[in-house]
């Protein structure tokens, strides 16, 4: 891994990316055909993520990548209030066991992985090799491609119109996260607020055609609005967040 990021930062990323994308595809289907959701999945997203982990630990990259404390003046970021309501949108239309004990519990491993998985590829490394060149290019571009990647939930069986749905306001809510990671430096609100987002899917209401809007709205409107309260926060104090 190292030749390839020393050679090429972007590449790596887009390398992690692909990777990522494909492996969890191939063992959400072959967890399926096992009879046991998430069999394969969490074992793969574990070990994707012990991987990552240890990499960025060995070289260094802790703090590049985000992997560190929150340092900021947390009333700059309404001391994050708004990342507990988008956790907590897939509790919006109420509560419920969708699966057996043990795959409950694969299935939250698995999302809560996958949290920090895709934090730390869209926001940390496709960002970080982006924004040397042009930093509003960059924020732009890890938003719609993190948005974009939830394509491949088509592949395992989800209906286009939701997908769709969740492909719209997953770009606003990683325009949200990579605005927190780059004028704060730490992705850990990040991987916190997504993976919460992801595991509690587990215990998800499916919700009608109407709910399913009116969550997409509410989402893109809060993490679109509350990225906007932080940038005009931060041009207030004068500071360029770079």
Known sequence: MNRLYQKNELLFSLAWIALYIASLSAADGISEGLGMAKSVTAPL????????WGWIRKNGLAEKYGLCPFRGDMGRYLYFIPLAVIASVNLWNGFTFRFSAAETVLYVASMLCAGFLEEVIFRGLL??????????????????????GHIVNLLNGAEVFSTLLQVCYACAVGFLFTVIFYKGKSLVPCIATHSAVNSLSAF????????DLLTAAALTAVSAGYALVIL???????????
Do not use: H, P
């Open 232 to 242: 005009k926060a931060d041009r207030g104090r004068g500071t360029s967040g770079g």
């Open 45 to 52: 997203c574990i070990l994707l993520s012990l991987l990552l």
């Open 127 to 148: 960002f970080q090799a982006l924004c040397r060149e042009n930093v509003n290019q960059a924020i732009l571009i890890s938003s719609v491609t993190f948005g974009l």
């Open 204 to 211: 998800a209401v499916e919700g009608t055609m109407r709910c």
